[in-house]
């Protein structure tokens, strides 16, 4: 069956990196549009960048510039860059396909379409 990883999570100081990459297996990757979300404690689930099966990607506004969604067809993995990591990008990140909506009530609950998270901290 379809399956979403994620990796690349951890703990920074403001103003660090981290990559965080999104690895799938079952089903055609190259053919889907690929999303990462975050949820941060207290609060709802939201779509943070996504990325087409062509290459657009879309950011919040309040990570543009910072973080960069790729994709590699041959490996079926979609990563993200984290770059100037905020005290307020602190969450848990979860990958996933499909259609996407500026907040999601499945975050890491619907497997196979989603992955099941990986916590970001950034201390200040």
């Known amino acids: 069956g379809m399956q979403l990883v994620e990796s690349g999570g951890g703990s920074v100081q403001a103003g660090g990196s981290l990559r965080l990459s999104c690895t799938t297996s079952g089903f055609a990757f190259a053919g889907f549009d690929m999303a990462w979300y975050r949820q941060a404690p207290g609060d709802e689930c939201r779509l943070v960048s996504y990325i087409t099966l062509i290459g657009r990607t879309y950011y919040v506004d309040s990570v543009k510039g910072r973080f960069t969604l790729s994709r590699d067809n041959d490996k079926n993995t979609a990563s993200l860059q984290m770059n100037s990591l905020k005290p307020e990008d602190t969450a848990v990140y979860f990958c996933?396909?499909?259609?996407?909506?500026?907040?999601?009530?499945?975050?890491?609950?619907?497997?196979?379409?989603w992955g099941r998270g990986i916590q970001v901290n950034v201390s200040s």
């Open positions: 996933t396909t499909g259609a996407f909506s500026s907040t999601s009530r499945d975050c890491g609950r619907r497997l196979g379409i």
